[in-house]
């Protein structure tokens, strides 16, 4: 699976919207990205991912640039409560299931 | 309804001591995932069983033995415990199968050895 990059750390207003920006020069054509957050002491919580296009649910949005070698996760109005790590993580539909998580971005939303 | 449910939250054990996590999930998944984090929030994977077989084991020592009884069941036991294996251990599970379906987490078990 290919390697993602993360900035450490990001700072968000409440109400703005908080983009968040993943790097995977090295993705391949099967290979789908993902993100997750982890907020305090809980559990990872899936958030969305795609392949190609862009994606849009209940929680985000994903922009994947055309050549697919970075990504941007949007929460459109950010809450205190989205303060969280934030995860990128690119994975291949064929493989066994497993998520290789990195250091991901650390969100602080402020008031 | 918890989705993916791990007891106990909290574990605190002597060193030597042998003890077991449990995880359960009623979202109909074929495939589950035990994980480690470790103090400095790395999260890795330990092992994943796929129809209660093991599809994955990371180079985890052989004192780490999971166990699925069922599709629904994956726990984790742990023999001789050590210092370094102080961490949060999550469960979770997915459904196998064509595309990329996401994986769900328990909330993990926090484990202290003293």
């Known amino acids: 699976d290919a390697k993602t990059t993360q900035p450490p750390s990001m700072d968000c207003a409440e109400g703005r919207a908080a983009n968040l920006p993943c790097n995977h020069s090295t993705i391949s054509g099967n290979e789908y990205v993902y993100w997750y957050r982890q907020i305090h002491s809980q559990g990872p919580q899936y958030i969305i991912h795609?392949?190609?296009n862009n994606e849009t649910n209940e929680m985000a949005s994903l922009i994947i640039t055309e050549d697919r070698k970075s990504s941007t996760l949007i929460l459109p109005h950010a809450t205190l409560r989205d303060t969280a790590v934030y995860y990128c993580?690119?994975?291949?539909?064929?493989?066994?299931?497993?998520?290789?998580f990195g250091q991901g971005t650390t969100l602080q939303v402020k008031p | 309804d918890t989705a993916v449910s791990q007891t106990p939250k909290y574990l605190v054990t002597q060193m030597g001591n042998d003890k077991s996590i449990k995880c359960e999930q009623n979202?109909?998944?074929?495939?589950m995932y035990w994980y480690k984090q470790d103090s400095k929030k790395f999260l890795k994977i330990m092992f994943s069983y796929n129809n209660k077989e093991l599809i994955i084991n990371e180079t985890v020592p052989n004192r780490f033995s999971p166990k699925s009884p069922d599709k629904a069941h994956l726990n984790l036991h742990i023999n001789s415990l050590e210092l370094g294996d102080s961490a949060v251990y999550f469960c979770a599970s997915s459904q196998s199968g064509t595309g990329a379906p996401e994986a769900f987490f328990g909330q993990g078990t926090r484990l202290t050895v003293v």
């Open positions: 979202l109909g998944h074929d495939t």
């Open positions: 993580i690119v994975r291949s539909s064929s493989n066994t299931g497993k998520l290789i």
């Open positions: 795609g392949l190609k």
